[in-house]
């Protein structure tokens, strides 16, 4: 069973970066692609960005693109999610998972979720 754990999250004003790191351990790690989460008080978990684990296939939340960049390590099965220009609209617990078929966009598509991690975005 693989074991998705993120860290990096935290406490950053508006406009500032944090970069969010999901590293897998566990069986041999091969999957389709990852993607990251994220789930605000109150609300729904949604897609923010994903990438495939070969290629250089990204997809990207509409209010996240030019702001977040999601990209891979996979000698040391990580991926990671650099967030600019953060807005206190970002703020939430964000989750990576393994995208095990169909759409990116929908929760339903991965598995092994991580526990998450919370950044607060202060205005």
């Known amino acids: 069973q693989v074991q998705l754990v993120e860290s990096g999250g935290g406490l950053v004003q508006a406009g500032g970066s944090l970069r969010l790191s999901c590293a897998a351990s566990?069986?041999?790690?091969?999957?389709?692609?990852m993607g990251w989460f994220r789930q605000a008080p109150g609300k729904e978990r949604e897609f923010v960005a994903g990438?495939?684990?070969?290629?250089?296939?990204?997809l990207y939340r509409d209010p996240v693109k030019g702001r977040f960049t999601i990209s891979r390590d996979n000698a040391k099965n990580t991926i990671y999610l650099q967030m600019n220009n953060l807005k206190p609209e970002d703020t939430a617990v964000y989750y990576c998972a393994e995208k095990k078929f169909g759409s990116w966009y929908v929760e339903g598509s991965f598995a092994n979720w991580g526990q998450g991690t919370q950044v607060t975005v202060s205005s």
């Open positions: 566990g069986r041999t790690f091969s999957p389709i692609g």
């Open positions: 990438i495939a684990w070969t290629g250089s296939v990204t």
